[in-house]
């Protein structure tokens, strides 16, 4: 009964729930005389352009060859082929037919379902760390505890690549003693010590989060502290090659102080005479345990300064002279602040995770079933699922070890350090069904069924947490119930409007959009001294807050590319021109410049789309037509000589002309020619995203023709030309979300279903939420295949030749 209803209900059956594809079609007679006409000349078996020969395409039966249907389907929808310069019909012929190949290929997908089970689960850092704050209410820094997660198609979550080596378990392993005696605390805590680094490339004239008012620069962390005790704050700062302090010319004395939790408990004057052998100490100061934020930055004063010079990453400090010359000032940089103890350790203070951990104080005679009712409570919330009775008696093993020396918390301490690592918590394990391969069907399609409601929880907080799911989704899925359409739309309404779905901009969006290329980012700072990493952190956290208002707002995807609206803090709306913002915090502002609606208005990604030096149209075009489009260009022949730069010889010239010069070459021009019109459009935007009139002297030649022969005048005509193209970027949109949500790569025997989630959201104005549920109720999302299986008295016949079939063979 319960399949019934996920498959009439619930589940994306592609026939029910969404509704069939458009009922539009292109006689196979048509189609093939359109390939003829149109595609053979190129893609014929001597030709091989674009590594496609559509005689292989069979129009009657696409399913044979769904990678290449799929390929065509995606070209031909955005009209990019035939391409610029060849004889083409007219768009909507060619809409018609992409249609027809879509249609044909989802009729054969709904009778013949290939879900491709997701290989087993491991949690990334992000959802590792996630988890654990979910778990034990601590944050943890899982960068510095494991090592970097592997990318598989543009995302860190995805299970063909999340394996588990001997040195990761390790790892894990030495993270979950790190992560239990943090949450815990550590009476026995020997004096060590933490260094927080800051690098040089980061202002130290604008205030910093977290820091007491009336200060600036420096560094504010959040640092989780093991015991009640005496600690001590050292201080180190950068200093010039030659020796010197840097920022020792300033004439005014520089002060700074620390404090914890915003309470001052030092304050050094800055001696301009200090070396790098020098260093400035705080005496023992009293700390309770647990997360205390601590801040050492410089004191603002009336006059102080309103620019910083800081230096380009790999050189030496910008020169001072021609700092004063530019108009700018330097100052003293924070590098490292290090935190040392616990000396005179008083015990340990109630903290947040200890509250959590603790349900529970018993009296020495009832320790063992306290004991016993927290390790059962965290094991279940860990494995996120009931933990066994098999389970938490091996828990209670450990539990009476750790109590033979540690006592009570000790015990518990050592029954969580190995829930922390128990393949349960780092694995999202799945129950399994086999199917028994009948000997006169041993090709039919496996059978599916649904999974269980535990695991449906533990699906969808992932994808829009990426996080365990929390009390409210265990609860009902322990009561069956979440499975329940009404029920399960209801919980994802709840959970994009929860401050957790930021994992979605953050991870999702900062993933899909390259925004973590922005870290290894840095403009040239002679050219572009307004860019810092204060800077290029406030322009990620621009498109990352854009887009999370579209999640929170539940708006439409397209407002991706022509919002009008963004938000920005003081120092980016220097950048763009736009008056009264001050200070730090970031706020919505309406656009009224068209030029800055959309993504492609957003400092972040012009930026990351740029060189050091330049703007760089190539790239940028290649961006557009990847993240937004899906088709990616090829990449460069070998052997091509690299776009001219000045001081090569020669005239100064602009980066369109040295490009044009460049795209005379035949082997360039063919991928130049859809990439280059798109990145010329974008040429008012300098390296860092400021707006431009001018590159080399000669003023910015915008204009340009799209591959479809729409013609580009700069930004906003850019982006109308998107939006005339807007089912390409939706459904682009549409296949990252889902490989995210799903955390596995797809395959062309997807693409139906990607393309019927489409249709759903579609009649849903193409709300976020619409993408979410259309997801969440697909089969592939809700469903597993069952694995095959052969009789007994099959299995004697494997090896032999025909046998069985290569599904079958290869799965045994």
Not at 112 to 125: T, V, Y
Not at 368 to 388: D, E, F, K, N
Not at 686 to 708: C, E, H, K, T
Not at 734 to 761: C, K, Q, W
Request: proline share 7%.
């Amino acid at each position: 009964m319960r399949t019934w209803i996920v498959f009439l209900f619930g589940g994306l059956s592609m026939a029910t729930a969404y509704g069939q594809a458009p009922k539009t079609h292109m006689p196979i007679d048509q189609q093939r005389a359109l390939v003829d006409r149109y595609c053979s000349d190129c893609h014929n078996p001597d030709e091989k352009s674009g590594s496609m020969t559509l005689t292989d395409l069979d129009l009657q039966h696409l399913e044979k060859n769904i990678d290449l249907a799929e390929k065509v389907i995606r070209r031909v929808g955005v009209n990019m082929m035939p391409p610029p310069g060849k004889q083409r019909p007219d768009a909507a012929t060619m809409k018609l037919f992409a249609a027809s190949l879509a249609s044909n290929v989802d009729t054969y997908a709904a009778a013949h379902p290939d879900l491709g089970n997701p290989a087993l689960h491991r949690l990334n850092r992000a959802e590792y760390a996630n988890s654990v704050r979910e778990l034990l209410n601590v944050d943890v820094d899982a960068d510095k505890l494991l090592p970097s997660d592997a990318m598989s198609h543009g995302f860190d979550n995805m299970a063909d690549v999340l394996t588990l080596s001997p040195a990761l378990m390790e790892a894990y392993i030495r993270a979950a003693g790190k992560i239990g005696r943090q949450a815990i605390g550590d009476r026995n805590a020997a004096a060590l010590s933490t260094t927080y680094d800051l690098p040089r490339v980061v202002s130290q004239v604008r205030h910093v989060d977290g820091a007491p008012l009336g200060t600036r620069g420096g560094i504010s962390v959040v640092h989780n502290f093991p015991a009640d005790g005496l600690y001590s704050f050292k201080l180190t700062f950068y200093y010039s090659l030659d020796g010197p302090l840097f920022g020792a010319l300033q004439d005014k004395t520089q002060q700074i102080e620390v404090s914890v939790n915003g309470v001052r408990v030092a304050l050094f004057p800055i001696d301009p005479k200090i070396t790098k052998f020098d260093e400035l100490r705080t005496p023992p100061i009293a700390v309770k345990a647990g997360p205390q934020r601590i801040s050492a930055a410089f004191i603002q004063t009336a006059d102080g300064p309103v620019e910083d010079a800081v230096e380009p990453v790999g050189f030496s400090l910008l020169d001072l002279n021609q700092a004063t010359l530019a108009g700018l000032t330097t100052l003293p940089h924070v590098h490292e602040m290090t935190i040392t103890g616990p000396t005179q350790v008083a015990g340990i203070s109630e903290t947040p995770s200890r509250k959590q951990i603790f349900s529970c104080y018993p009296p020495a005679t009832e320790e063992t079933p306290c004991a016993r009712a927290i390790v059962t409570h965290l094991a279940s919330q860990a494995y996120r699922r009931p933990a066994t009775t098999d389970e938490v008696a091996r828990l209670m093993k450990l539990y009476e070890l750790g109590r033979q020396d540690g006592g009570f918390e000790g015990g518990v301490g050592v029954a969580l350090q190995a829930i922390l690592a128990s393949p349960s918590f780092i694995y999202r394990f799945e129950h399994s069904r086999t199917q028994v391969v009948k000997q006169d069907a041993r090709d039919a399609a496996p059978s599916l069924y649904p999974i269980s409601d535990l695991e449906l929880a533990s699906r969808l907080s992932y994808f829009l947490w990426s996080a365990s799911p929390d009390a409210t989704l265990l609860n009902l899925a322990k009561a069956n119930r979440l499975h329940l359409p009404v029920v399960l739309r209801a919980q994802v309404h709840r959970m994009l409007v929860d401050p957790r779905s930021k994992s979605l901009s953050v991870n999702f969006a900062g993933q899909w959009l390259h925004l973590q290329n922005l870290k290894g980012v840095q403009p040239d700072g002679y050219l572009y001294p307004m860019y810092d990493r204060t800077l290029g952190d406030s322009m990620r956290k621009e498109t990352e807050m854009f887009f999370g208002s579209m999640v929170h707002d539940d708006a439409s995807v397209l407002t991706l590319l022509d919002g009008r609206y963004t938000y920005v803090n003081e120092q980016l709306a220097t950048l763009y021109g736009i008056p009264d913002v001050l200070g730090n915090r970031f706020r919505r502002v309406e656009l009224t410049d068209e030029n800055r609606f959309g993504l492609l208005g957003q400092a972040s990604i012009l930026t990351l789309t740029s060189a050091s030096n330049r703007t760089s149209p190539v790239i940028r075009g290649k961006y557009v037509m990847e993240i937004f489009f899906g088709t990616p260009p090829p990449p460069p022949p070998p052997n091509i000589p690299a776009l001219k730069e000045h001081g090569d010889g020669g005239s100064v010239q602009t980066v369109r002309a040295r490009l044009e010069e460049h795209r005379k070459n035949p082997t360039c021009a063919a991928c130049h020619k859809f990439m280059d019109p798109i990145g010329f459009a974008l040429e008012n935007y300098d390296p860092i995203g400021a707006w431009r009139g001018f590159d080399s002297g000669a003023p910015i030649d915008s204009a340009g023709v799209l591959y479809d022969g729409t013609k580009l005048t700069g930004p906003a005509t850019l982006r109308h030309a998107l939006m005339a193209h807007s089912d390409a970027f939706l459904g682009t949109f549409t296949e990252n979300l889902f490989a995210y949500g799903t955390g596995r790569v797809l395959r062309p025997a997807d693409m139906p279903v990607v393309r019927s989630i489409e249709r759903y959201a579609a009649m849903h104005n193409n709300t976020l939420s619409a993408f979410v549920i259309g997801i969440v109720n697909s089969e592939p999302f809700r469903m597993r295949s069952a694995e095959p299986v052969l009789p007994k008295h099959l299995l004697a016949t494997i090896g032999t030749e025909d046998s069985i079939s290569p599904k079958v063979a290869a799965h045994h």
